[in-house]
């Protein structure tokens, strides 16, 4: 910068001194993901799941008492630990409507005219 203001070379060299930063924006508006579509038919399920696992079962004891109670799921436990991950994953995903924007890497560039 000392150079520019003090040395006619750099001045009528062609170089123009720019600020330049980079601007970062992050939202949940502009995303396209799995979470948006709803499955009608599987809801009664998954608002059990979610209901036993708010209240502190383990996926093991949550699966014994749905095959028990006859709903239809399937044969191995995990079935269910992935029912919540995934149930995790998309109230995460879901639920994050805000929108941060900032503005960063503030930086003086020479661009030739």
């Given at each position: 910068?000392?150079?520019?203001?003090?040395?006619?070379?750099?001045?009528?060299?062609?170089?123009?001194?720019?600020?330049?930063?980079?601007?970062?924006?992050?939202?949940?508006?502009?995303?396209?993901?799995?979470?948006?579509?709803?499955y009608?038919?599987?809801?009664?399920?998954?608002?059990?799941?979610?209901?036993?696992h708010?209240?502190?079962?383990?996926?093991?004891?949550?699966?014994?008492?749905?095959?028990?109670?006859?709903?239809?799921?399937?044969?191995?436990?995990?079935?269910?630990?992935?029912?919540?991950?995934?149930?995790?994953?998309?109230?995460?995903?879901?639920?994050?409507?805000?929108?941060?924007?900032?503005?960063?890497?503030?930086?003086?560039?020479?661009?030739?005219?």
């Amino acid at each position: 910068m000392f150079l520019l203001l003090h040395c006619e070379k750099h001045i009528t060299g062609g170089y123009t001194p720019y600020l330049t930063f980079n601007v970062l924006i992050q939202s949940n508006i502009f995303s396209v993901h799995q979470y948006k579509r709803e499955y009608p038919e599987r809801r009664k399920i998954r608002e059990k799941v979610w209901e036993l696992h708010k209240e502190g079962w383990g996926y093991t004891k949550i699966h014994r008492y749905l095959k028990n109670n006859g709903f239809e799921i399937g044969n191995s436990r995990t079935t269910v630990d992935s029912m919540i991950k995934k149930m995790k994953k998309r109230e995460f995903i879901t639920k994050r409507e805000f929108s941060l924007r900032k503005y960063v890497d503030f930086k003086i560039k020479f661009f030739r005219r």
